[in-house]
């Protein structure tokens, strides 16, 4: 698909030789932290899945009592646990010991992002290699350091006395308001850092673009991060409240979790929605898993859950893959209501055409797509249905119609086009329709008149 590149755009923006002054700073790092460029999706999925491994790894937590140390397959997710959410490691050290390993690892990790935010080195491409890092660092602290933040605050919260987590800690706040103040600061910029995060850096209108973490509009992140807070202060408290109480309510919530992603499609990014669905699908079975197995008492519980739980990833992406088929190849395009699978019906078209010379299936499956459009689409002046002339603005082209449409790309970037029109004239409006509509004209289309008009719509 032929489009203007974001390497047009940004060396028009930026001169290799020039200083740029403290705004282009901002906005290159900007557009580094919502690009990802320069970061390989290998690194992206490690970052995804440590994030949903560690809550699943609250349910291997030897506090639960459902894997045994004494077998082989439940040591390595009880080790798991300790390697990912820390609490465990630190359990019997003093206040002493609590407070500095907190204090030092928070330290460490605000110097490291201050020195690679200011550092002053010599560009010798658009994105240097402090940015480069920053960028790195802001996805290591969200993706697993905030975790450990949440497991850290939450061991010092109590209701009566007790030493469960620190050595010589109890309830009354006397000689330990310091460490308590320290941690609840440092959790509280956490958590509206986090916020920050999300709504600047992840969220993502634009279905052009591939990024390993755009997504919808969506409260998906402050639901997860909720969650996860829920998880730690129930599980340090899971001797009052019963783990048979703690595991309904992770029952009840994955469920709930796994509905919110079904109805929104969270992801634009394919291999991130599929990360995402097996998440949701393991969390529910975990939960349902460690509650049966608290009343059944058997050795290797933990080959069990590992073997079940791959056999299970292997179902979800299968399903997931028949139901993308049936989506873009059965069921009539008008048919679809749903805002979100709107988004995620153009979205698949767009890869489609973007991927067609990239391996004959993605051209089957298009010459299906463009088959059935042109038997159900119910307006007659179809270009599926016509053999008209049509202009590409962007290249100056035109097209007379007389090759095959699958090898026509300008039929092709009109043909996404009328898909985009269609659902807008039909009343299937979102703010994300519209925003996606504008920079489809402008990037692919190159039209700006129609990409003002549709702005001006967007606005009113």
């Known amino acids: 698909m032929t489009t203007i590149t974001e390497d047009e ?34 690194l992206n999925i490690i970052f995804l899945s440590v994030y949903y491994l560690q809550i699943l790894c609250a349910f291997y937590s030897k506090h639960l009592n459902i894997f045994d140390e004494n077998d082989t397959s439940d040591n390595i997710l009880i080790t798991l646990n300790k390697l990912l959410r820390i609490r465990d490691n630190i359990q019997k050290k003093t206040t002493f010991e609590y407070t500095i390993y907190f204090l030092l690892c928070f330290i460490l990790f605000l110097i490291i992002i201050g020195y690679f935010c200011f550092k002053k080195t010599k560009r010798k491409n658009l994105y240097s290699n402090c940015y480069i890092l920053f960028n790195l660092l802001l996805k290591i602290f969200f993706y697993y350091v905030l975790g450990i933040v949440i497991e850290i605050f939450s061991s010092i919260l109590c209701f009566s006395k007790s030493k469960v987590f620190i050595e010589d800690y109890n309830c009354s706040l006397k000689g330990h308001i310091f460490p308590f103040i320290i941690i609840l600061i440092a959790f509280i910029i956490s958590f509206f850092g986090t916020f920050f995060l999300i709504n600047n850096f992840y969220i993502d209108s634009f279905l052009l673009n591939d990024n ?72 529910i079975w975990t939960t349902l898993f460690c509650f049966v197995f608290n009343y059944i008492n058997i050795y290797e519980r933990g080959l069990l859950y590992i073997l079940s739980s791959i056999i299970l990833c292997f179902i979800f992406i299968n399903l997931k893959n028949k139901y993308i088929k049936n989506l873009l190849c059965d069921i009539p395009f008008y048919k679809i209501k749903d805002k979100a699978y709107i988004l995620f019906y153009i979205k698949k078209i767009i890869s489609l055409v973007s991927g067609k010379n990239k ?9 299906g797509v463009i088959r059935l459009h042109m038997i159900e689409c119910p307006n007659k002046e179809c270009l599926t249905k016509k053999k008209d002339k049509l202009y590409l603005p962007l290249l100056n082209e035109w097209t007379d119609r007389k090759k095959p449409f699958i090898n026509d790309q300008i039929f092709l970037c009109n043909y996404v086009l009328s898909v985009f029109i269609y659902f807008i004239n039909t009343n299937c409006k979102s703010i994300e329709l519209y925003i996606n509509l504008c920079t489809y004209y402008l990037n692919t289309i190159g039209n700006l008149n129609l990409t003002i008009l549709y702005y001006l719509k967007l606005k009113k």
Do not use: A, P, V
């Not at 028009?12 to 999706?41: A, G, R, V």
């Not at 391996?359 to 499956?365: G, T």
């Open 9 to 42: 755009i940004k060396i028009k923006f930026y001169n290799e030789n020039e200083k740029l002054s403290n705004k282009k700073k901002f906005i290159l790092m900007f557009d580094l932290l919502t690009s990802n460029m320069n970061q390989e999706n290998l």
């Open 212 to 283: 390993f973490f755009s997504q919808i509009i969506c409260n998906y992140w402050i639901l997860m991060l909720l969650n996860n807070i829920q998880i730690s202060i129930t599980l340090r408290f899971i001797e009052k409240i019963k783990k048979e109480i703690f595991l309904i309510l992770n029952i009840i919530i994955s469920i709930y979790l796994f509905i919110f992603y079904y109805k929104n499609i969270i992801f634009y990014n394919e291999i991130s929605n599929t990360i995402l669905g097996i998440f949701h699908m393991l969390y």
């Open 359 to 367: 391996s004959l299936k993605n051209q089957k499956i298009l010459n």
